[in-house]
Each structure stands twice: as C-alpha cells, then as structure tokens.
C-alpha cells in the first residue's frame, strides 16, 4: 500500500525536474516552438504537398505548436512552392491576421547533377534568430591506418546526403511538377482541421529527440541558388516583429549567456563553466543602485606607501571597567565559656 502511495510522489518530482533542465533549452523566441527536424522528416515521406501541409497540421506528429498571432491557439501553417532551373524551394508560413503573413521555415533544394541533390531547411530569422540552419545527415565508417603494427581502426565521420532519392525531390525537377499553393486562408481552414492548445515547453521540448538522430545543426548555408530564389518572396508580419521585439533584443545582446525560458518564466545567467543563477525577468523594474567603490587610503603603509582598498578601520574604545566594591571584614566570633561543673554533695 505504500508503495503506490509514493509512485505518483516519485512521478511529480521527476516531472519538475524534467521541467527545470528542458526549460534551459530554451531561447524564448516562437521559432522553439516549430520542430525543424521533424517538419523536414515529415517532407521526405510525403510526395504531394497536399498531404505535406496536412502532415505538418497534425497534433500527433508533434511539429507545430506555434501560437503567432496570440488567441491561446495553435496556428495552420499554409505551404507554398517555386522552382525556376536548377533551384527549388517550400516555404512554411502563417496567417497572422487577415492582411498579414509570418514565414515560419523554406526547405531550400538544388539539384547538383543528374541523380543528386541537396537540401537544408533554414528557419525564418525573425522566429528563430539568425543561422537556424538543419540539414539531413548521415554517418559512415572509414578507414584510418594506425600508427605502429597495430591494425587500422574504424571511425565514423559525417557524409553529405544526397536527396535525390527522396520521394518529393525528383518530382520538383520533372515535368510532372506544378507550383503549389495552399487555398486556406486568415479565418478559412480545411473541415479536417481542429486547432488545439499549444503544449508547454518542458512536454513539447521532450518529443524532439528522436529527430536528432537523423537531422543535425549547420552554421552556414550550402543551398545559395534556392536562398536567393527564394528571399525576394519572402514575408514578414509586423505584428509578430512587435510582440516578440523584447525577447528578440535579448536573444541578439548575448544568445549564449542569456535564455528565457517559457516554461518557468526565469532568466539564466552563466558564471563560470557550468554555474547557472536564475533570477525573475522584470525589465520595467528599475535596477539598485551600486554601492559605491572604495577609494584607496591616503594613510602611508610600510615603506610610505598608500595602501589601495578600504581605510583602515579603527578599533573601538571598550568601556573601563568598574572597581570591585569591598567586602566588610568578618566579625569576630565570641569565644566560647566553659560550662561549670557541678558542685558534689
């Protein structure tokens, strides 16, 4: 009986532990709320674009738990298409209200010889912060030759992908291929779709691992043809520009150091290598004043020297003590008589 007393304890505790470590994760800006990996997994595995917007609009492939515009609901993100040569590209964006749009995240392609290609998908900088970049990747093994006698040994090293054999991608340079637009629109979505409420960080954080065994980060972009088709379309909202221009701000000042966590509200300053302070985020709360530094001494120390820091500090005058009063002397005790012996009869 004890034992299922304490079992829902244990998961409680485990619960808030997993809150406070995932909620570091996090950079606060709505891009942590679009699943990169996952969205370019859920591309390779759908041939029509039909059926890719609808993948990605799914609550249980745990892609989208964005909330752009506010209203406490997840957001439908709408896919559109373009090709011109060698170069293609499918971006991902929102309907913010009904004049204004927010890409999310383009799946660049360019096509690089007869049966090859390569793709990155790179996440909108206003959402994401600048070289939000996620690639396919795979591992391989290699030979390496030792030093001495020894036999060579295997190591694994990371190859570029080719693409070209991904359900979507040859279709997007055949003659089969059309431009694709969603027909959904600001306040007009399919029957098929219910929208839900956006799950919090340290749950929806905890559905990204098993993406990462497949995609990896890159710092810089191999897909420049398709990047530049694609730039002159792209679309912002000023709307979503305003509402997250704070945390923006402090993302841009110190990214490394700085992270807001949605989860517990916190703000996380590093100090050192792995110390982490957590005070509360209040930026309309004016800051203490500083004490002010001490100056040095100008009282000369050994060899006639000023000595640097706080002026000596002086030792405080104890109070005399008081005499000890004088005891009376003893009176003298009486001397005792000798009783008188008794007279014989």
């Known amino acids: 009986m004890k034992r299922w007393t304490l079992f829902p304890l244990a998961i409680a505790i485990g619960s808030s532990l997993l809150a406070q470590d995932t909620a570091r994760d996090s950079t606060g800006l709505p891009g942590d709320q679009f699943n990169l990996e996952g969205a370019l997994d859920l591309f390779k595995r759908n041939l029509e674009m039909e059926g890719f917007e609808k993948a990605l609009n799914t609550d249980s492939n745990r892609v989208n738990n964005l909330d752009l515009d ?108 059309y431009a694709y637009h969603s027909p959904w629109y600001w306040g007009y979505y399919p029957p098929w779709w219910n929208t839900w409420a956006p799950y919090d960080w340290f749950i929806w954080h905890g559905w990204w691992g098993y993406h990462h065994h497949w995609y990896r980060p890159w710092g810089s972009c191999r897909v420049g043809s398709a990047q530049a088709l694609y730039l002159p379309r792209r679309a912002q909202s000023a709307i979503v520009r305003e509402r997250y221009r704070d945390v923006r701000a402090r993302y841009e000042k110190n990214p490394a150091r700085l992270q807001k966590g949605p989860a517990d509200g916190l703000q996380k300053e590093r100090h050192g290598k792995d110390a982490v302070r957590e005070r509360p985020v209040t930026p309309d709360r004016p800051q203490r004043a500083k004490a002010p530094e001490a100056r040095p001494s100008k009282e000369p120390g050994k060899n006639g020297v000023a000595r640097p820091g706080k002026e000596p500090r002086q030792p405080e005058a104890r109070p005399a003590r008081r005499p000890a009063k004088a005891r009376p002397a003893p009176a003298p005790r009486p001397t005792p008589r000798p009783s008188p012996r008794p007279r014989g009869r």
């Open 70 to 177: 506010g209203n406490g609901r997840i957001d439908y993100v709408r896919v559109e298409t373009q090709r011109e040569g060698n170069a293609a590209y499918v971006v991902m964006k929102v309907a913010v209200s009904a004049t204004e749009s927010q890409d999310v995240a383009v799946i660049a392609i360019e096509k690089t010889g007869e049966e090859s290609a390569i793709l990155q998908i790179i996440g909108d900088e206003a959402l994401y912060g600048p070289d939000a970049i996620v690639e396919p990747y795979a591992e391989e093994q290699g030979m390496a030759p030792s030093k001495g006698p020894s036999a060579p040994e295997l190591h694994g090293f990371f190859v570029t992908v080719n693409c070209w054999f991904w359900e979507p991608v040859p279709w997007f340079f055949s003659d089969r291929w």
